[in-house]
């Protein structure tokens, strides 16, 4: 049987604080008094400004809210930076018991020898839950509000139960991308009707559905029924993506992963029928996918957004991803003037980056109606940042300030849907000991099953 615990405290656990209590039964939270980036151009940004959230939405983000303390629950946001939840557009979330296991791997032969041959076979539907568990727990401390779970572990239905489970009781946001699985037991990818029926038969929830494919006509055709949007992978083919279009297959909503070595022809076909780019540069420069694309999208009107991919390798928080992007674009064009290049691309800025990570995630995960900006009638996806610590005090420019100068220390609270998730450093409600040690227990199972080890000093 797959777990449901590890998300109740234990008997003897500290009690939760009389402020967070009062936040956990008002349906009405005012956070006062914090510097606000709605990112939302029409809302605008504010040096001081407060987030009026009212039954899990935003229904006001300006200066100046008023609101007794008997009619709404008021949160002390002073010497913190809002904004709205980072979204990860590209995570294999079961392989949260695998991190770290590949410091220094690549993806030909190591990721796809030992993760995709060896250990993804080994998972049992506890290790999935497990692994999804950790992930997303993980994430959201992080300050990650919502994510892509490009599920590769769908050996069973039973497997494809704990992933959504695990993803449904960790509180995280996020649009499950049903994909393949391995065995003869595998249902992939017809099955997901009967998950589309038993777990999506409501928009007004934190999950939706999504159909991971490859190139594939057939697996497309499953999407196109289903009504579905498709997630690939996408690199180095850029004529199996012309022959899709050729064909009628791609449709507005679509993500695309990665997008590597693409042609001109293939990049138009992604903007022209209404595609959403995912990059992940830290994988593809450190792993050999091949070079970023972050220019190519740019040059082609696509605004991108960006995913961790796996913790395999690399860690999943937003502020390494956003930095990685800030100083590889850069770092391209000024290579392209001291080479004496005209009409040069402008640099990216720092507000530019925090929007990759927020509402151009929230466009690709086709949640951009719901979450992306502190948008007043948009759920309340609210990361509070601790601006008030040595590592960059004092405060002289908040987008530059999130982008180039915090780290996951810096996440205090997180709400998801008005609901408080992460409270003044810790996560709420989550018996953190019992999680870590089933995920402890996963791992050694699977390592156990596939005969992999790792060499923890190497």
């Given at each position: 049987m797959v777990p449901h615990g590890g998300?109740?405290?234990?008997?003897?656990a500290t009690q939760p604080d009389a402020e967070l209590t009062r936040l956990q039964r008002q349906h009405r939270i005012l956070l006062k008094g914090g510097v606000v980036l709605t990112l939302d151009r029409q809302v605008g940004d504010f040096a001081q400004a407060d987030v009026l959230i009212e039954d899990g939405k935003i229904s006001a983000a300006k200066p100046n809210i008023e609101a007794s303390a008997e009619a709404a629950?008021?949160?002390?946001?002073?010497?913190?930076i809002l904004i709205p939840g980072f979204v990860d557009t590209h995570s294999h979330s079961y392989q949260g018991i695998l991190r770290g296991i590949m410091t220094n791997g690549?993806?030909?032969?190591?990721?796809n020898r030992d993760v995709q041959t060896r250990l993804t076979p080994a998972f049992q539907p506890a290790d999935v839950y497990a692994g999804v568990l950790m992930t997303a727990l993980g994430l959201i401390d992080l300050g990650t509000t919502a994510i892509v779970d490009v599920s590769q572990?769908?050996?069973t239905p039973e497997h494809s139960d704990a992933c959504i489970r695990a993803l449904q009781d960790s509180g995280i946001r996020a649009l499950y991308a049903y994909s393949r699985g391995l065995g003869p037991t595998a249902q992939y990818p017809q099955d997901i009707l009967?998950?589309?029926r038993t777990y999506f038969s409501t928009k007004d929830q934190l999950l939706t559905l999504a159909l991971g494919v490859g190139l594939d006509a057939k697996a497309f055709r499953v999407a196109r029924d289903a009504g579905v949007?498709?997630?690939?992978?996408?690199r180095n083919d850029?004529?199996?993506?012309?022959?899709?279009?050729?064909a009628g297959l791609l449709l507005p909503g679509d993500e695309y992963i990665h997008c590597t070595n693409l042609s001109s022809d293939a990049w138009q076909l992604i903007g022209n029928t209404g595609g959403r780019v995912s990059l992940c540069p830290q994988i593809e420069m450190s792993?050999?996918?091949?070079?970023?694309a972050v220019q190519d999208a740019l040059d082609h009107g696509l605004r991108p957004s960006l995913s961790s991919d796996h913790s395999v390798t690399i860690a999943p928080d937003f502020f390494t991803v956003m930095r990685a992007v800030f100083t590889f674009q850069r770092m391209q064009i000024f290579a392209r003037a001291r080479s004496g290049a005209q009409r040069l691309p402008p640099l990216l800025t720092c507000r530019e980056v925090l929007e990759f990570a927020t509402i151009e995630g929230a466009r690709c995960a086709s949640l951009d109606g719901k979450i992306g900006t502190l948008t007043p009638g948009k759920e309340a996806d609210i990361v509070m940042l601790r601006a008030d610590r040595l590592n960059l005090w004092p405060l002289n420019n908040a987008p530059g300030t999130v982008v180039n100068l915090m780290n996951p220390g810096n996440v205090d609270t997180v709400f998801i849907a008005g609901k408080v998730r992460k409270w003044r450093g810790s996560l709420v409600g989550v018996d953190a000991p019992r999680v870590m040690r089933e995920a402890e227990q996963a791992r050694d199972a699977v390592m156990r099953r596939a005969g992999f080890s790792v060499n923890f000093l190497a």
């Open positions: 998300l109740a405290q234990d008997a003897g629950a008021i949160v002390d946001a002073a010497n913190h690549i993806l030909d032969p190591d990721y572990i769908n050996h009967r998950l589309q949007p498709a997630v690939l992978h996408m850029s004529e199996g993506l012309l022959a899709l279009g050729r792993m050999g996918h091949g070079m970023p």
